[in-house]
Structures are given as C-alpha cells and as structure tokens.
C-alpha cells in the first residue's frame, strides 16, 4: 500500500538556547493511505506538534516529512501555504467559522480563495454540506448552529476542495459526548467515501473504537502504536 505519511526523524525544538523546548523528539511514523489514525497522549505530549509538521504548518527542526512521496520538509517557507492549500484538510478545536458568513459561503470560501467560480463553490459546498447533514441549514450564520453542527460545518470546509490528508485537532472538545462521537463518526465516513487520510488528535477514549491505528505520545516521542479491531481484526503493533 502507498503511504500518505512519512516523518523519518522528524523533531521539532521551539525557540533556542536557554529556552529552547524539544516538543517532538526524533520521530519516525509512516501512515499508508485511507488508514483511520488517531493521535493521542497527555497535555503537552507533542500531538498538536506532530500534527503540525504533518499539515505543513511547521517544518522539522531536524528530519524529514514526505506527504504522498513529496518531501515537503525540503520545501522553502515560502511554499508551505500552497501546499497546506493543496494536500491538507484542517478541522480545530474551535471551529474557526466566519461570523458574518452562512455556513453555504463558510464552506465555499477555501474554493473561493483559489479562483473557483462562485456557482460551482456554492454547488459543492452545498453537496458537502448535505453530506454532514447540513443541507437544510445553509443560508444559517455561524451564530444560529449548535456546537455539533458548527463543527460539522467545519468538516465540509476542510473536505471541499478534496484535499488528500484531513487533519483534525481535538475536533470533539468543545462538544458534549454524543456530538463528539457523531463528529468524528462523519470524520471517519467521509473520509473513507472521499478517499481521504484522516489523522484525528482526541483525548476522548470512548471513541477510540473509531480508529483503526491509535499513535501515543509522551513527552515528545511515540510510546505506543498499534491497529485496532477496527483495522481489519488485526490487533496488534502497527510498526
Ligand atoms: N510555540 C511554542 N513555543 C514554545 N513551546 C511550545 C510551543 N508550542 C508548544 N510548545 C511546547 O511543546 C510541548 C508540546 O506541545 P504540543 O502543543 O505539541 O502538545 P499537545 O500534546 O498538543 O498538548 P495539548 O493536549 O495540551 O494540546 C509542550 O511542552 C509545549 O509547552
Ligand atoms: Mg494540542
């Protein structure tokens, strides 16, 4: 199977000298295509880090990140926005919606940003949005949705322009539980239906039977990664 992921070696140290901070030690993780991944550790582990280098938002401070064969650690800073543009899906805690906006231009936005007429954004953000079960609440403002359905509005945002990789960080925080569960379900089916690479950061373990590989960190470096039942049967060490 191709992969998706690849970190060979990947660290990440914020700042330098007296106040430096290893976040992410020397990491070695490869995730194939489509496998459901969830990344998960204490507070100050290293999840939001390690995402980060893969979404592009940071470069390692040594090592290497290839996405789909491309080494985009090699890439000049320069590039990293049209990359992110291109590869990578985000979905935050907060869902980061655009108060003045309905949730149809929300989710048409990212299209409209990179020169997609406004029919056609407007047509898949509104089949994106029918998709999270959202298609009859299009003309409603951020302000007028529930916690659950926010997020989910989030969701089509960061699959409209069918990026490869959907990366979301503690997506369910600010839900109550059975919102959470539904929005990393939908996470989970999209993106299996779109062909996409979900990798999900959650605290929340009674989800965890959504994945099919759960990646733990500590203290800066993987401690734990192993498939699921939901992988295939297969239990057991993913590496
Ligand atoms: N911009 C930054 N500058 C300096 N240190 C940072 C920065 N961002 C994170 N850190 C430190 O790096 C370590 C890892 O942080 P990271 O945000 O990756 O953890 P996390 O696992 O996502 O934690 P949480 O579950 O609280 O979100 C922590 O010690 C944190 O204080
Ligand atoms: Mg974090």
New binding site residues.
């Given amino acids: 199977m191709a992969n998706a992921v690849q970190a060979i070696g990947a660290s990440k140290t ?2 330098e000298g007296r106040i430096a ?1 290893q ?2 030690k020397p990491t070695d993780l490869t995730i194939p295509l489509g496998q459901i991944c969830f990344l998960v ?12 280098l893969i979404g592009c938002v940071l470069r390692p401070t040594a090592g290497r990140v290839v996405l789909f064969g491309d080494a985009v650690s090699e890439r000049r800073e320069r590039d990293l926005p049209d990359l992110r543009l291109a590869l990578v899906g985000f979905v935050f805690q907060g869902h980061n919606l655009i108060a003045s906006l309905s949730a149809l231009d929300n989710v048409a936005l990212p299209l409209r940003l990179t020169g997609t007429p406004s029919l056609e954004a407007r047509q898949r953000a509104a089949h994106l949005l029918d998709a999270v079960g959202l298609g009859k609440e299009l003309a409603r403002k951020p302000a007028a949705l529930s916690g659950g359905q926010k997020q989910r509005v989030a969701i089509a945002r960061a699959l409209v322009g069918t990026p490869p990789l959907l990366l979301a ?2 997506p369910t925080a600010s839900l109550d539980a059975a919102a959470g569960r539904h929005v990393v379900e939908l996470m989970v089916e999209l993106s299996r239906k779109m062909r996409v690479t979900p990798i999900i ?1 959650t ?1 929340d373990n009674r989800i965890f039977d959504l994945a099919e590989r759960i990646v733990q ?1 500590e203290d ?1 470096r993987i401690v734990a990664d192993s498939l699921t039942a939901a992988a295939g049967g297969a239990v057991g060490s993913a590496t």
């Fill in positions: 914020y700042g901070v976040a992410l550790g204490p507070s100050g582990s290293g999840k939001t880090t390690l995402l980060s960080d503690e950061v605290h960190l800066g």
